[in-house]
């Protein structure tokens, strides 16, 4: 049986704060849409290409999810540019800029940098999740606990395919010569 909610005031600080944090991952996840086949045809091995483009589904997934929490919380559903996702997919292209086509030590960095995206929805999803708990949006809770165990589950996912010999391979490609 849920409790009540903390937050009544509707028009709180706290409710806008998170309409505010709803915007910010609306945004990444919307551009993740598009980065995401980017990563995949740059990774070298298959099965880094399939988790990206298993996560890409997901995150179409996680976009239609996030425009119905707005919906439950009759707010129109817009994206404010995410600085920290900005960063996180400049940094992406320079990996991909600044590591040779079909190598491994470029597949190491594709999975830092998706990781690093993985953490930041992590921490957001699981932040939003409390505060809708918090303000009594319940069922907001339940869908972005949903996209939570699923980021997670991402996150694992990048962690095994690096274990299962992509880091040990890249470190058995030689060094750049320049």
Avoid at 9 to 29: C, G, H, M, P, T
Avoid at 83 to 97: L, N, S, V
Wanted: hydrophobic fraction near 40%.
């Amino acid at each position: 049986m849920e409790t009540q909610p903390l937050v009544t005031n509707v028009d709180s600080k706290l409710r806008n704060f998170f309409i505010e944090q709803l915007q910010d991952i609306y945004w990444a996840e919307k551009k993740l849409v598009k980065k995401l086949p980017k990563l995949s045809a740059a990774a070298t091995t298959q099965q880094l290409k399939d988790a990206l483009s298993d996560h890409l589904m997901q995150t179409r997934n996680h976009v239609t999810r996030l425009e119905k929490v707005f919906a439950l919380i009759n707010e129109p559903a817009d994206g404010k540019k995410c600085p920290a996702m900005a960063g996180i997919f400049e940094e992406g292209e320079d990996i991909i800029d600044d590591t040779d086509e079909d190598s491994l030590q470029r597949d190491v960095g594709i999975i830092f940098a998706a990781q690093k995206a993985e953490h930041y929805e992590i921490a957001t999803y699981g932040g939003l999740a409390q505060l809708a708990k918090t303000m009594g949006y319940f069922e907001a809770k339940e869908i972005l606990g949903q996209t939570l165990d699923e980021e997670k589950r991402a996150d694992e996912l990048l962690t095994q395919i690096a274990e299962g010999g992509i880091n040990y391979g890249a470190s058995r490609e030689p060094k750049d010569v320049s």
